[in-house]
């Protein structure tokens, strides 16, 4: 499975953007995708996971902000971000696990909001 994501880019804080993430390859054995994202001097972290079946997955931080969602039939997975803070600049990676537990990241995305 390869992934290529797009969308990113620089907003003011109140701002929305919305990232696209394409699947392809052996795209029938996905069991989820999702977004991560990792700012300057820290970690990698979860943003939002949609697992087969429509269950979904948020970080703390962003819930009812962010919105997670699937397209099967185009194999994509899509993250609408609303309200957008500056706390939210990042670069964000779409994720996939796919088979017997495969993990594969997408390239990054940079995500900047200013204040």
């Known amino acids: 499975v390869q992934l290529q994501a797009s969308g990113g880019g620089l907003v003011q804080a109140g701002e929305s953007l919305r990232l696209s993430c394409a699947a392809s390859?052996?795209?029938?054995?996905?069991?989820?995708m999702g977004w991560y994202r990792q700012a300057p001097g820290k970690q990698r972290e979860l943003v939002a996971t949609?697992?087969?079946?429509?269950?979904?997955n948020y970080a703390g931080s962003v819930k009812g902000r962010f919105t997670i969602s699937r397209d099967n039939t185009k194999n994509t997975v899509y993250l609408q971000m609303n309200s957008l803070k500056p706390e939210d600049t990042a670069v964000y990676y779409c994720?996939?696990?796919?088979?017997?537990?495969?993990?594969?990241w997408g390239q990054g995305t940079q995500v900047t909001v200013s204040s």
């Open positions: 390859g052996a795209i029938f054995s996905i069991i989820t």
């Open positions: 949609a697992i087969n079946g429509g269950s979904t």
């Open positions: 994720n996939t696990v796919y088979g017997l537990g495969a993990n594969v």
